[in-house]
Nanobody, 117 residues
């Protein structure tokens, strides 16, 4: 059974940093695409960043240069380092893992990030 557990959310001031972690179990982590979506109140869930098994990354334009996604396959953990946070980054952040781009996504429970102005 796949389980993804996020941690690291919380309240941060504008311009601050936060690191989210996503700990996985029940999967061969190194084979999976892992990433982060976020959902702000009243908005659709949107892709923030993802990292594939060979380390290739993709970022939404709104976070390029500020967020960095990484993975530790030995620990089965994915990270999202968020720097220069802005109020518009306030959202619930969800970790996901999928075996391929066409495969169903497995989701974590989400972690709230609130950026105060």
């Amino acid at each position: 059974q796949v389980e993804l557990v996020e941690s690291g959310g919380g309240l941060v001031q504008t311009g601050g940093s936060r690191r989210l972690s996503c700990s996985a179990s029940g999967i061969t982590f190194s084979r999976y695409i892992v990433g982060w979506y976020r959902q702000a109140p009243g908005k659709e869930r949107e892709l923030v960043a993802r990292i594939v098994s060979n380390g290739g990354t993709r970022y939404d334009d709104s976070v390029k240069g500020r967020f960095t996604i990484a993975r530790d396959n030995a620990k089965k953990i994915a990270y999202l380092q968020m720097d220069n946070l802005q109020p518009e980054d306030t959202a619930v952040y969800y970790c996901y893992a999928s075996l391929s781009f066409m495969s169903p996504k497995n989701w974590g429970q989400g972690t709230q990030v609130t950026v105060s102005s």
